[in-house]
Nanobody, 119 residues
Framework: QVQLVESGGGLVQAGGSLRLSCAAS????????MGWFRQAPGKEREFVAG????????FYADSVKGRFTISRDYAKNTVYLQMDSVKPEDTAVYYC????????????WGQGTQVTVSS
């Protein structure tokens, strides 16, 4: 469907900021709902943030609400996750995902990018 490539992960101090990017290609970017998920070692993958085809509609997990911001740039076919006031518990592999208009689940996934928050 759509190919996704994440970037921007790395090591960051607690309380600091980081911005993840997800470049999309293969299909019309604007026709997909985009989302960010994360998975820590030994834990299940969890939803972090999502953005509808209309960038006005965004939604977040309670654990990151107020600290993270998801956005998309239609001209660049890219979705971002701005991470502010990061905490050690934010440490995980972050994945970008896309859901087609008629799909019930996110069907396209990136390879993931590691985010490590040190205290």
């Amino acid at each position: 469907q759509v190919q996704l490539v994440e970037s921007g992960g790395g090591l960051v101090q607690a309380g600091g900021s980081l911005r993840l990017s997800c470049a999309a290609s293969g299909r019309t970017f604007s026709s997909y709902e985009m989302g960010w998920f994360r998975q820590a070692p030994g834990k299940e993958r969890e939803f972090v943030a999502g953005i509808r085809r209309s960038s006005i509609n965004t939604f977040y997990a309670d654990s990151v609400k107020g600290r993270f911001t998801i956005s998309r740039d239609y001209a660049k076919n890219t979705v971002y996750l701005q991470m502010d006031s990061v905490k050690p518990e934010d440490t995980a592999v972050y994945y970008c995902a896309a859901r087609a208009t008629l799909a019930s689940q996110y069907g396209s996934w990136g390879q993931g990018t590691q985010v490590t928050v040190s205290s």
